[in-house]
């Protein structure tokens, strides 16, 4: 039975993976972090399940921001793969805590590539890299030789991050790849992130619990595919038999308006007259246009985007429907 460890486990992709692990039959080691609440949303219907929990698979209480800890369960789990999706993940956040994000997302990569170093038997490992690496882009689309001008904190963090794995990689000979992500959501997106805001908007809407939906910058666009995909494609970056760096994207440049009119479209309604705008939600710089090219990803993985905006805005509104309040 091979052995993962996931740093992140209990967000969006690090619950996708682990139910993708747990189904290959891997021993999955997930880190959380202690909190007051052990309440884990995205885990909670598997480690209810005493066949899996502690068999199968295993939370363990660590945090990159403490090296002794780390290294302990590095030690002790002794992964063959190690997916890095660990961090603060919400670009607009990092304009606000610009530090911490540098500290977990940047620091926090580096300070695991240094225990891996030291470790008698490195596990392949394979970090969740951003679009937000190239900012503002002067190609379209981008692939993984565009020049990388991160606009924001967060993509900041998340250059120096993507740039130690391919230093470590060329340097120490690690089996480390960067999967390059454009934005992927799912009914387990973070309510923050504009899709989820607006998935559950529209189905408060429906509902008749709102009148409207307030949001910032609409001129927006971006390349979003579904989460489900790209943990996959991450797992097969780390089964390819020479590691490297990939982007994964679905080559679709979509406005935020698009997505507005395909998630209302699931309730047969328009979109204008349920929106508003509040500079509260614009940020001090940002990212406009971004579209990934995942040609190296199709040519080299095999791996390619399914489900269309269409689908995607689908999939989200009808969850949000059926479940008020998760
Ligand atoms: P990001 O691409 O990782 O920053 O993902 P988000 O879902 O947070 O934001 C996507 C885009 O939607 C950004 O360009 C935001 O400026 C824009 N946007 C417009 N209104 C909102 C809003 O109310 N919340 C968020 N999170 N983003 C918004």
Redesign the pocket.
Known sequence: MPTALITGITGQDGSYLTELLLEKGYQVHGLVRRQSSTKRLRLDHLYVNHDIYEQQLFLHYADLNDPTTMRRVLTAVQPDELYHLAGQS???ASFEIPESTCQTTAMGTLRLLEMIRDLPQRPRIVQASSS?IFGSPTAFPQNEQTTQRPVTPYGVAKTFATNMVRVYRESFDFFACNAICY?HESPRRGE????R?ISRGVAAIARGEQTHLT????D?Y?DWGYAPEYVQGMWQMLQHDRPDDYVLATGQSCS?KDFLKAAFEVIDRPYEPYIKTDPR???PA??HRLVGDSSKAEATLGWKSQTSLQQLARIMVEHDLQHPSV
């Open positions: 919400h670009v607009g937000e934005n923050s992130f504009v899709t805001k949001l910032g910058n609409l927006i971006r935020l939600f614009v940020r940002e990212v």
